[in-house]
């Protein structure tokens, strides 16, 4: 297995296992797969339903699926099917607001608190068995970091400016040339307006960088602007690092 040698690797990643959402990922994964055997085998649900129930489970009173599917993390369209999953098994109740009929508000059924009074203190069994290699105030440490993490996570979500693939159409978004780059606090796609050196397109918006491999290869005197928006090197061209301003941004 590749693994960079620096350190602090997940602050300056260099491979695949420096990643941070990769590590959490096969974390996740790992301890994940006990959680999902014990839904699906033992309890005839799915790890979805089971993150619903869990949360109806410490509510006080009924929510609204809008305030469910905030707080387990899925869109909406995931929760509603989720929901009318958990309905048909009568483990959920929905009905209808008083003051608003076409609102809807959710509760667990007497079948899903029980399931949920069962299944509650296995799955936090697993979680103390998971942290038992860590001591009290690594505990406490890391459930600080994680907060700030997920809040970070939340904030960079906000901020992202990234497009979204057409699924009713089956297809994916093409991916752009350019990459993409944190421009100030913001994610973008590169539009591939900067321009090589000497090169007489440099009053025009100049396509796009000639590699995906994290550098760009440009022209040295290059007067065809196609030459770049075909994503090919051409004779006698320097490559160097990626680097882009603000300028290169939109």
Not at 194 to 201: E, L, M, S, W
Request: net charge positive; charged share 25%.
């Amino acid at each position: 297995m590749l693994r960079s040698t620096s350190p602090s690797r997940l602050a300056q990643p260099e491979v695949l296992d420096d990643l941070l959402l990769y590590r959490l990922g096969r974390l996740v994964g790992t301890s994940g797969t006990m959680v999902i055997r014990l839904c699906e085998g033992g309890f005839g649900i799915t790890r979805r339903e089971w993150r619903a129930i869990a949360s109806l489970g410490r509510s006080t009173g009924a929510v609204r699926p809008s305030q469910l599917s905030e707080h387990i993390g899925l869109d909406r369209a995931r929760t509603s099917r989720a929901i009318t999953s958990m309905v048909a098994k009568g483990l959920v109740r929905r009905e209808s607001a008083p003051a608003d009929r076409r609102e809807a508000l959710l509760s667990l059924t007497p079948q899903g608190q029980a399931l949920y009074d069962r299944l509650m203190p296995t799955v936090r069994a697993l979680n103390r068995e998971l942290l038992s290699v860590l001591g009290p105030e690594e505990i406490e440490g890391l459930d600080s970091m994680l907060a700030r993490q997920q809040a970070q996570a939340g904030a960079m979500a906000g901020w992202a400016e990234l497009p979204k693939a057409d699924r009713r159409r089956g297809g994916r978004a093409p991916h752009p040339l350019g990459g993409y780059a944190w421009a100030g606090t913001r994610l973008k796609a590169l539009r591939g307006t900067a321009v090589a050196d000497g090169c007489a397109g440099a009053s025009r918006s100049h396509g796009f960088p000639c590699s995906y491999s994290g550098m760009q290869t440009w022209p040295t005197g290059c007067a065809q602007r196609g030459h770049h928006d075909a994503g090919h090197p051409v004779d006698g061209a320097s490559t160097r690092p990626l680097a882009f301003s603000r300028k290169d941004l939109r």
